[in-house]
């Protein structure tokens, strides 16, 4: 195997399952988030040797995602783009065993976020350490520390207004 196919396939056994639950928190869709684990995948093969180590690669990999998650969100320029992520995740919820209810409501709540609350939250639950997570969003990690908490305050009353529906 050649050098660039073996770092090629640490670091997407590495970072693939991350990138997937990014894809996901944007889309609610499990092929969409397929599709665009794939095209950022292909992404960084093709850009693998420009990777310059100036920051860590699975900060580069989440800003290729991220990018190509908002292309995709423009490109679909969805108007009823809400009543079709509800439909989306309401299908996903009856999809899940009770035991995993829970999971689809905190799902269904990050859809409501604003596009950059749910790139943040979705960073938080996959467990990306502060510092990265604000390189990629682009704030200073005080501010992310407040933004988080904010995050997890409107998560909170989303989750109870849902539950007690």
Known sequence: MEQ???????IFDS????????CY???????AAND?????????????????????????????AVNTCLTYLRSEKRQAKDELTDNIIENKIEEFSEKNEQVALLYKCISKLEENDRLIITMVLDE?????????????EGNLRVKI??????????YNQYASV
């Open 4 to 10: 660039k196919d073996k770092l090629f396939k640490e």
């Open 15 to 22: 970072n693939s399952k991350k990138i997937f639950h990014l």
């Open 25 to 31: 928190g944007y889309t609610g869709d499990t092929d």
């Open 36 to 64: 665009l684990l794939q095209e950022t995948f292909l992404k960084v093969w093709q850009n693998l040797d420009k990777f310059r180590n100036k920051s860590l690669i699975s900060t580069w990999i989440y800003r290729i």
């Open 128 to 140: 990306l350490p502060y510092h990265e997570i604000a390189d990629i969003s682009g704030i200073s």
């Open 149 to 158: 908490h904010r995050i997890k305050q409107k998560l909170t009353e989303l």
